[in-house]
Every structure is written in structure tokens, then in C-alpha cells.
């Protein structure tokens, strides 16, 4: 007897549109308990962080964590952004600024940090919240990319996953990266609803090739440790 749930995987899915109408993709890799989301391409300009998510989902690293885990994946939350290489969306919108958090504040703290004009403004950004609200992650990671002071950036209970990334990409562990973040999706996954949400930071202008070698087995320790956690 076949286990269509099996056969179908992986498969990709439509969640929602950008503001520019591109099509904002979910992956499922695998299937069981817990519930585990890898998110890229929040800020466009940060290939180094969506590559690496990217590269993973054809990897198929994913594979040992089938019947132990429910991994999904979300390639490219802001695709208008990826599309030219901006930070923002289409609508000039810092999507790691407009989670509607009880923090959110509508005038931007810096001028690169365009909050929105309400929280959870952003087509993308209500795309993302159905997806929570949908798979209830039992872990996030956001890979992202910064221009200095790369590291492993932890909000909520996630110290000890951190530090399981970190023994693999010797990156620092931090839960604060030096500035404030209102509406942001760690403050509000991580702070405000206690999922274990982890952002990860690489150094922008490293050599993607270097990047896969720097984190895909961090990334593969990570989610087999979070996968071997729930089997105890």
C-alpha cells in the first residue's frame, strides 16, 4: 500500500504573492515531529544568506531527517527584493521591520530601516505570518548577511541551538546584535511567542562557494540536533 504523504515529497508550494505579483514559494523536504522552518532572502541584497538556503534544498543533505522532522522552506521571502538586489521590498519596506511585534514603531530608527506604514503592512509579511501560523514551527532559522560582525544570532530559547551551529561555523553567539530591531521577526517569534528562532549572520562578500563550505554542515547539525532532541 503506498503513502501518497511519502511519495509527494518534496513539493513545493505557492504561498502568497509580492507586491510586484512574484510568487512566494514553501518547500517540504520531509515529514514528522517537530515542525522546522529555514527562511531566505528577507533582505534582498543578501545572497550570501538566500544561496545558502537555496543550495541546501537541492543539496538533499535534507534527506536524513525524513520520518523525523517536517522541514520546510521558504527560498526567497522577498523575491522583488532578490529580483534587483535591494535590502527593501518593492514598496521601499524593511520585511525585518514590519512584523507586527509589540515593539513596532513606525518611525524608522535608521534611514535604511524602513518600517511600513503599520505593522504587518507587507503582502510578503502576511505570507510569512499564515506560514506560521499554518506549520507552527518548533524552530526558525533566518539566514541573512551583514557587512561586519558575522555570527549566530539567537531570540528565545535557542542558546543551545546556537551554539550548535557555532561549533561547526566557529561564528560568535549572540541574542543581541548591538542595536535595536523593533518588528522584527526574532522579536517576534522568539521573544514574544518563545520559538526557538535563530539568524544567522554572514559576512556580506564572502564567495558563495565559501559560504556552502562554511555552513551546510553547520545548518545539517543543527537541524539533525533539533530533530534528535524531539526523538528523546
Not at 29 to 58: A, M, R
Amino acid at each position: 500500500m503506498q503513502h501518497p504523504e511519502k511519495s509527494e515529497l518534496p513539493r513545493q508550494q505557492v504561498l502568497g504573492y509580492s507586491v510586484q505579483g512574484r510568487p512566494i514559494h514553501l518547500w517540504q523536504l520531509t515529514q514528522g515531529i517537530p515542525s522546522l522552518l529555514l527562511i531566505g532572502g528577507v533582505h534582498g541584497n543578501e545572497v550570501e544568506g538566500y544561496n545558502l538556503i537555496e543550495q541546501y534544498v537541492t543539496s538533499g543533505l535534507w534527506g536524513s531527517l525524513a520520518g523525523r522532522a517536517s522541514l520546510w522552506v521558504i527560498p526567497r521571502l522577498n523575491p522583488d527584493g532578490c529580483a534587483v538586489g535591494q535590502r527593501v521590498n518593492a514598496r521601499g519596506v524593511d520585511l525585518n521591520r514590519n512584523m507586527p511585534t509589540q515593539d513596532w514603531i513606525q518611525t524608522p530608527l535608521e534611514a535604511r530601516y524602513p518600517p511600513g506604514s503599520a505593522p504587518g503592512s507587507e503582502p510578503e509579511t502576511q505570507v510569512l505570518l499564515a506560514c506560521l501560523e499554518q506549520i507552527q514551527p518548533q524552530l526558525i532559522l533566518s539566514a541573512h548577511a551583514c557587512e561586519k560582525n558575522p555570527c549566530v544570532n539567537y531570540n528565545g530559547p535557542a542558546l543551545e541551538l546556537a551554539e550548535v551551529m557555532a561549533t561547526h561555523n566557529g561564528l560568535p553567539v549572540t541574542d543581541d546584535i548591538g542595536y535595536p530591531t523593533p518588528g522584527s521577526l526574532g522579536t517576534w517569534a522568539g521573544w514574544e511567542r518563545g520559538i526557538p528562532t535563530l539568524t544567522l549572520e554572514i559576512l556580506r562578500g564572502t564567495p558563495l562557494n565559501q559560504v556552502w563550505q562554511e555552513q551546510a554542515q553547520a545548518l545539517q547539525a543543527l537541524l539533525e540536533y533539533v530533530a534528535r532532541l524531539s526523538s528523546e
